[in-house]
Nanobody
Framework: QVPLVESGGGLVQAGGSLTLSCAAS????????MAWFRQAPGKEREFVAT????????YYGDSVKGRFTISRDNTRDTVSLQMNSLKSEDTAVYYC?????????????????WGQGTQVTVSA
C-alpha cells in the first residue's frame, strides 16, 4: 500500500494554473502535517508549502508565496496544491510528504512518508 499518491501534474503554459492532489492512506492523516516539495533536474529538493493538522498553520516557500495555495480535507485524507501564475522555473517533480504527529515545518527531514512524485512542466 502506497501511503501517498500524487496526481494532477502535467504540461501548462506560463501564466497558467494547475492543481495537484495527494491521496493518503495507511497512517493517521488527521494528525499529520502535510507538505509539498519539488525537485528540478540538477537541483536540490526545495520546500514549497506545508500545512498543520487542522490547517491553522501554513507556510510557503519564498518562490511560490502569493501564487500557490495549500489546503487539506481531513474527511477525505487529501491535500491539494493550487498553483497559479505558473512560471518556467516552477518546472519540477512535485512530491507530497507527511509528518505523522509532526508539525508544519519547512525541513524535509521530519517527513516520514513520501509520494512518488508528479511532473509539472511549465512552457515559456
Amino acid at each position: 500500500q502506497v501511503p501517498l499518491v500524487e496526481s494532477g501534474g502535467g504540461l501548462v503554459q506560463a501564466g497558467g494554473s494547475l492543481t495537484l492532489s495527494c491521496a493518503a492512506s495507511g497512517f493517521t492523516f488527521s494528525r499529520s502535517a502535510m507538505a509539498w516539495f519539488r525537485q528540478a533536474p540538477g537541483k536540490e529538493r526545495e520546500f514549497v508549502a506545508t500545512i498543520s493538522w487542522g490547517g491553522g498553520t501554513i507556510y510557503y516557500g519564498d518562490s511560490v508565496k502569493g501564487r500557490f495555495t495549500i489546503s487539506r480535507d481531513n474527511t477525505r485524507d487529501t491535500v491539494s496544491l493550487q498553483m497559479n501564475s505558473l512560471k518556467s522555473e516552477d518546472t519540477a517533480v512535485y512530491y507530497c510528504a507527511a509528518a505523522e504527529f509532526g508539525g508544519a515545518l519547512r525541513n524535509d527531514e521530519q517527513y516520514n512518508y513520501w509520494g512518488q512524485g508528479t511532473q509539472v512542466t511549465v512552457s515559456a
